[in-house]
């Protein structure tokens, strides 16, 4: 009894790690058809599972890049690009308005891990650390005048005082020409006390990006205007980390502009808020 009974065990046994094996060998096949599939799809690691939620800072009113519409909503190109690409890559992240020297220095202390802001790429800020992405907006920078001013040249605002905001590429511009021309700069912590400054005639003008100033004009109102002829060759905004750690975030926003520009969703955002 004893001999058959063991027979019959050892039979099972045989035949259990034959059906394990099988079934660990489906798994494996199984495993290897996701990540070939993920591959395939270039599905980024965050696509993939990920729970972490980035932090990304930017300015608090830079229109048409970023502000609050009329219903109490903050949209903006960068806004919206950032949304499409977040979708693209298939991360998670939370936007915080902080204005542009706050977020700059939230994301220096780590407390934020990016920023987007219309911050043009330039050697000044890579040299303190800022890691850029590829630049997604090619801007000028204009000097903008009272609507009633009769100042059509660099040569007109000599011996008179132009506004700036502080740290921007608007301020780099004016800075550089401020000797040549003969006039001194105000610096100013936002834009819209910068224009108000011209507008109440205590300034000249004030120096812009040329879409932010066009688009505040336009949808603002403001009593100001574009004399032609006064515009910097131009930079691109880039998107920025300061933390080498973070150069996944990084990768993912180049792979997604990349794809949002290639499947027309980047230029359906443009047109939305500056009719290019």
Excluded: H
Aim: proline share 2%; net charge negative.
């Amino acid at each position: 009894m004893k001999k058959p009974l063991a027979l019959l065990l050892c039979s099972a046994m045989v035949v259990g790690a034959l059906v394990g094996c099988g079934s660990k060998k489906e798994e494996t096949k199984a495993a290897e058809t996701t990540a070939e599939t993920t591959a395939e799809t270039g599905e980024s690691k965050a696509a993939a599972g990920s729970d972490k939620e980035w932090i990304i800072a930017t300015d608090t009113v830079f229109k048409p890049f970023e502000y609050t519409d009329e219903s109490g909503n903050f949209v903006g190109i960068d806004v919206d690009i950032l949304a499409a690409i977040a979708e693209d890559q298939g991360f998670k992240y939370e936007l915080q308005s902080l204005g542009f020297d706050a977020a700059a220095m939230a994301v220096q202390a780590g407390q934020a891990d990016a920023i987007i802001a219309g911050a043009t790429i330039k050697q000044e800020r890579i040299d303190s650390g800022w890691i850029f992405s590829e630049g997604y907006y090619n801007a000028t920078q204009t000097f903008t005048v009272a609507a009633d001013s009769d100042i059509a040249s660099y040569e007109d605002l000599s011996g008179k005082n132009v506004a700036v905001k502080q740290g921007t590429a608007g301020a780099d511009f004016a800075n550089s020409l401020k000797d040549e021309y003969g006039f001194t700069v105000t610096v100013f912590e936002d834009s819209p006390s910068m224009y108000q400054d011209v507008i109440l005639g205590n300034s000249a003008a004030c120096v812009e990006d040329t879409p932010i100033m066009a688009s505040n004009i336009k949808e603002g109102g403001l009593a100001l205007k574009i004399p032609e002829g006064m515009e910097s060759e131009g930079a691109p905004y880039g998107f920025a980390i300061m933390d080498e750690n973070d150069q996944e975030l990084l990768d993912m926003f180049n792979a997604g502009l990349a794809n949002i520009k290639a499947n027309g969703t980047y230029d359906e955002i443009i047109a939305k808020y500056l009719g290019e």
